[in-house]
C-alpha cells in the first residue's frame, strides 16, 4: 500500500535524475574538450634545417617557389617603404623546406610565425638573423599544414603577434601537387 503512494513520484524522479546526469556530462566533456583541444600549434613541428640545406637554399641553387611577402596595411608609411621580402620554398618528401628573406632598413628584431587563418592559432617559426642578403631564416614544416600563412612580425609575444605585423604571404601548395 505505501508502494502505490509513492508511484507517482517516481517517474519524475527518474527523469529529473536523467536531465541531472545528462547536464553534468555536458560539463565535463566541455571541460575536457577545452583542456585537450588540438590547436595549429600543437600539431606543427618546425624543423631546423642543416646548414648544407640553408646554404642551398638562400644560394638560389635549385628549383624552388617564390611567394613575395606583402607589407601589412598600416598608417606608419616608413614601414611600408622599408621591408621587403619573399618566402622561398620547396616541397620534397612530404616537407615544405621554406626560408624567409627579408631586407629592411631598420634594425628592429624581427620573428617569424606560422598562422592558420581557419582557427587564427599561431606558432612561431624562426627569429630573422642577419645574413648575406638581408635577415634570413630557414626551417620545415610538414606539407599536410598547407596552405598557412607566413607573418612576419616585431613582436615575440603571441599575444601582440598580429597587431605588430609587418609583412604577409601565404605558403601553398603548388598547382601541379594540387592536381595530383
Request: no cysteine.
Amino acid at each position: 500500500m505505501n508502494l502505490k503512494k509513492y508511484t507517482p513520484y517516481i517517474f519524475p524522479l527518474l527523469v529529473f535524475l536523467l536531465v541531472f546526469f545528462l547536464i553534468f556530462r555536458w560539463f565535463q566533456l566541455r571541460s575536457e574538450r577545452a583542456n585537450n583541444e588540438l590547436n595549429f600549434s600543437e600539431g606543427i613541428q618546425i624543423e631546423n634545417l642543416s646548414e648544407d640545406q640553408q646554404r642551398t637554399m638562400l644560394q638560389a641553387a635549385g628549383d624552388y617557389d617564390t611567394v613575395n611577402l606583402s607589407p601589412e596595411a598600416s598608417d606608419d608609411v616608413m614601414v611600408k617603404q622599408d621591408v621587403t621580402g619573399v618566402i622561398r620554398y620547396e616541397v620534397t618528401d612530404g616537407k615544405v623546406l621554406f626560408s624567409v628573406i627579408v631586407t629592411a632598413m631598420q634594425t628592429d628584431e624581427y620573428h617569424v610565425w606560422l598562422h592558420d587563418t581557419d582557427t587564427n592559432e599561431l606558432s612561431p617559426a624562426f627569429d630573422l638573423v642577419a645574413g648575406k642578403g638581408g635577415l634570413v631564416g630557414t626551417a620545415a614544416i610538414n606539407s599536410d599544414l598547407l596552405p598557412v600563412e607566413v607573418v612576419v612580425s616585431t613582436s615575440s609575444d603571441k599575444t601582440k603577434v598580429l597587431d605588430n605585423v609587418v609583412l604577409r604571404g601565404i605558403l601553398s601548395p603548388a598547382l601541379e601537387e594540387t592536381q595530383e
